[in-house]
């Protein structure tokens, strides 16, 4: 590689040969430059309407925003008998798996948006559980009214949940108590009034 020039070289090396280039990328390129000139060889062939072999190159850059933008497309309308639901659930599998990948905390307005917006689906199925879990995801720095309101209705909804539970289970428990009671106070005077009908 001459002059290390790889900058030039993604620049402007045929886009037909992408496969060849990342291969050189890989050999040839140092950390600190090795996302940028994955990310540029990615938003070339994003441009000539790539989009498979350019979501690749964003994976490899850690570019996950860019990666989920050209994912979320697809759930604009149902695909292959997918619903939206089916569609959101893979997205977001892939989406996850990425973040923990390369370690990423902080995601866009956008995909922060999706995130939010599965776990609202999760929460109305009642899987407040693994909606909480999702937003945690966003950490503490998200400030959106919307995130906010549907933080506190879950909270509250798991809160109720819970409540409601041992409620119930405080009922059940109170009756069983009271008719063993009721049993013991009756069988005892049964003994004693049978003791007493003997007796006489």
Wanted: proline letters at 0%; charged letters at 20%.
């Amino acid at each position: 590689m001459v002059g290390n020039d790889l900058m030039s070289f993604v620049s402007t090396w045929p886009l037909s040969s992408w496969k060849e280039t990342l291969a050189l990328l890989c050999k040839f390129a140092q950390k600190e430059e090795w996302h940028i000139l994955c990310d540029t060889l990615a938003s070339r062939l994003l441009n000539v309407g790539d989009t498979l072999a350019a979501t690749l190159c964003y994976i490899c850059a850690g570019n996950i925003d860019k990666a989920v933008e050209i994912w979320s497309r697809t759930l604009k309308s149902e695909d292959g008998g997918k619903t939206y639901v089916d569609l959101l659930q893979d997205l977001m599998e892939k989406t996850i798996t990425l973040a923990l990948a390369t370690g990423q905390k902080r995601f866009s307005a956008s995909l922060s948006k999706l995130i939010e917006n599965y776990a609202e689906l999760l929460a109305s199925q009642g899987l407040l559980k693994t909606a909480m879990e999702y937003l945690k995801l966003l950490g503490s720095d998200e400030h959106s009214h919307e995130l906010a309101i549907l933080r506190d209705r879950i909270a509250c909804s798991t809160e109720g949940h819970f409540k409601h539970i041992s409620l119930y289970f405080l009922f059940r428990y109170s009756v069983f108590h009271w008719f063993e009671v009721f049993h013991l106070f009756f069988w005892s005077n049964f003994f004693l009034w049978c003791d007493h009908t003997l007796l006489n």
